[in-house]
């Protein structure tokens, strides 16, 4: 059993969502379409999901416009590309995403302490219809970015996995994520598993996340 949050729709092999401009346009972002790291792709995505940047925006991507205030967050992802380990923490993406578009924009940063409680906040948000942009761990230190857009649970209710789009495997065609985290089962201090297009089960931590929601 399954549970998405709202506004994504899987159409002719594409995930979609209605942008700005209420018209539906590509949600997923993979690295190389637009300029930029994980962090800043998966920012994009949650923007188009929210309903706050339209397609064309990102078709001026590279030379957006700095005196509105999509220009200017748009301008800072690019020019600072978004890694999460070498670039932007989410503390400093939380910071820049207030800075730039603050009047439009309300941001969160959660981290919480234990892992059972990630999963169950990260699962509540997606209930409401929140898709967080989430980060997972590997032991070598390095670090990714992820939107989580739903959950998978069994019969008994116990949460299985949580299903992202991920901006560094290719996009899906056939369902709404490319991406899942198997939390399913818990080992030692990297207990759950990250799988996608491009990898089948590497032990990952879930870190911080970022709420953002459009202001009415």
Partial sequence: MITIVNGIFLRNQMVLTKDANKRLTPLHCRQGDLDGACA???????????????????????????????????????ENNGLVINGFSYVKLKKTIEEQCG??????????????????????LIDKNTAPIISVQWKNGGAHALLAIGYEFDEDDVITNILCLDPDAESPKVCAWNCYINVSKEHGSFPYKYVSTSCRGDKVKLGDFLILQKRN
């Fill in 103 to 124: 009047c439009d924009i309300e941001v969160y940063r959660r981290a919480p302490q234990n892992q059972d409680n990630i999963v169950e906040q990260i699962c509540e």
């Fill in 40 to 78: 800043v792709y998966s920012t994009i995505m949650c923007f188009l999901l929210i309903g706050y940047l339209a397609e064309e925006d990102l078709l001026l991507y590279n030379s957006p416009d700095k005196r509105t205030a999509k220009g200017k967050i748009l301008h800072e992802l690019r």
